[in-house]
């Protein structure tokens, strides 16, 4: 049997840093999550973008954390944060699926919020058309993330836990995703402030 792995930047074994953490020393985690971090950013990155990556790392980390007085990682450390790492882009892949397929299925029949607005006069009515059709449209091209979740805020009207909650993200991961979409938006509706 081969000695305990030890954590980088550590003195201790592995199971020496399991108890510790399991204790609730907040070092013996900030080493595991230093040692770890890198590898794992890299690995879940394969499954999906580097935003929702990033959130699958954060969850993952957080999760041990909360769980920490019953964690007993099966097969050792590494091998049991790799496994939790790809369960847990594989759901965010499974969870954006869904409500994509949901935004889909609303847009197809018609049921998407303010888009009967009968009372408005007929100019009115075109250009608001032509500024519709056009922020659709760029809507429509912005990255799968920033896109499921405007259409959730605007289409819809869900709040930022909603929208956290149905995307099986964080709220600053669903602020983020809208700051960066409102940017893009920005720039490619730079004809309608004209």
């Known amino acids: 049997m081969s000695a305990p792995r030890r954590l980088v930047g550590s003195d201790q074994s592995e199971h020496e840093q399991v108890a510790r953490i399991r204790a ?43 769980r920490r007085e019953a964690w007993t990682p099966a ?14 882009a594989l759901n ?11 935004v889909e299925e609303c847009a197809a029949d018609g049921s ?18 032509e500024v519709e059709t056009a922020c659709r449209e760029a809507i429509h091209n912005l990255p799968e993330s920033n896109r499921l979740v405007m259409m ?15 995307l099986g ?9 809208l700051g960066r979409g409102l940017k893009s938006l920005a720039t490619r509706l730079s004809w309608v402030r004209a």
């Open 24 to 66: 609730g020393d907040v070092r013996a985690f900030e080493s595991l999550f230093r040692a770890y971090y890198p590898d794992l950013r890299t690995f879940v990155d394969t499954y999906v973008d580097r935003a929702t990556g990033e959130e699958v790392i954060q969850e993952l980390f957080l999760a041990v954390w909360r």
């Open 75 to 88: 097969g050792g450390v590494r091998a049991y944060l790799f496994a939790a790492a790809r369960n847990q």
């Open 92 to 102: 965010a892949i499974r969870q954006r699926k869904s409500a994509s397929r949901v």
């Open 112 to 129: 998407i919020p303010g888009a009967n607005q009968s009372d408005r006069n007929p100019a009115q009515q075109l250009s608001t058309n």
């Open 152 to 166: 959730l805020r605007w289409d819809y009207g869900m709040s930022h836990a909603e929208i956290a909650f149905v």
């Open 169 to 177: 993200t964080s709220i600053k991961g669903v602020e983020a995703e």
